[in-house]
């Protein structure tokens, strides 16, 4: 049973660029959050999705930061006009449905680098 | 709002030594509290989780945590550290009532000595 796999594991970017960053959560698991990791921090909450919809993206910075679920295929995170304070490990993690006490899997996360 | 606090960004303790490491949680509500351990360049592996069963959990790698509400702590311990213990550990906390968002701490380094 293969974990939550997250592509690419590393994207350099120059600035103005785009980025996406892709999340295939476990098998059975319909929901899927993802978390930002800035350098020497913790992890912050930035969108947590079902499929085809967005459930809370209260972290989500206000401009060039979407996520999406689709129906079909896996989720992705994009970050237009990128900038160097993007640069970061970004976790895509997923759970079953259901209550707060259920484990959240976490991906091995995908490191962008702005330059 | 619900928040998490890691007491010490770095604790170094001796190889067969134990391990204490702190963590201090804020909650209008019961909460659900997790420790996750990240190895260098790595994803976050969940060690244990309180769901208010027992008070005394325990979890892998020989690591447990107590939740005890009369300190709004979930402290983590392990008797005797081992070389591969050395990694970042986060403790988090997810608010009941429907609700999966995890929020994390600051995280704490260990680092073992020989």
């Known amino acids: 049973n293969a974990g939550v796999m997250q592509n690419p594991r590393h994207l350099v970017r120059r600035r103005g660029q785009e980025a996406r960053l892709r999340c295939s959560p476990m098998k059975g698991h319909s929901h899927v959050y993802w978390y930002r990791q800035l350098p020497e921090e913790g992890l912050k909450f930035m969108v947590y999705?079902?499929?085809?919809?967005?459930?809370?993206e209260s972290g989500m910075p206000k401009e060039r930061f979407s996520a999406e679920f689709p129906k079909e295929g896996p989720s992705i995170l994009r970050i237009q006009q990128v900038v160097r304070g993007d640069s970061a490990a970004y976790f895509c993690a997923s759970s079953l449905p259901g209550g707060p006490g259920n484990t959240i899997y976490f991906g091995e996360g995908s490191w962008l680098t702005v330059v | 709002a619900q928040s998490v606090t890691q007491l010490g960004s770095h604790v170094s303790v001796s190889e067969g030594a134990l391990v204490l490491l702190r963590c201090n949680y804020s909650?209008?509500?019961?909460?659900?509290l997790f420790w996750y351990v990240q190895y260098p360049n790595q994803g976050l592996q969940l060690l244990l989780k309180?769901?208010?069963?027992?008070?005394l959990v325990k979890g892998i790698n020989g690591f447990e945590a107590e939740f005890k509400k009369s300190e709004t702590s979930f402290h983590l311990t392990k008797p005797s550290a081992h070389m591969s213990d050395a990694a970042e550990y986060f403790c988090a906390v997810s608010k009941g009532q429907g609700a999966q968002k995890l929020v994390f701490g600051q995280g704490t380094r260990l680092t073992i000595n020989p």
């Open positions: 909650s209008s509500v019961p909460p659900y």
């Open positions: 999705l079902q499929k085809e919809n967005i459930i809370d």
């Open positions: 309180y769901t208010s069963a027992a008070t």
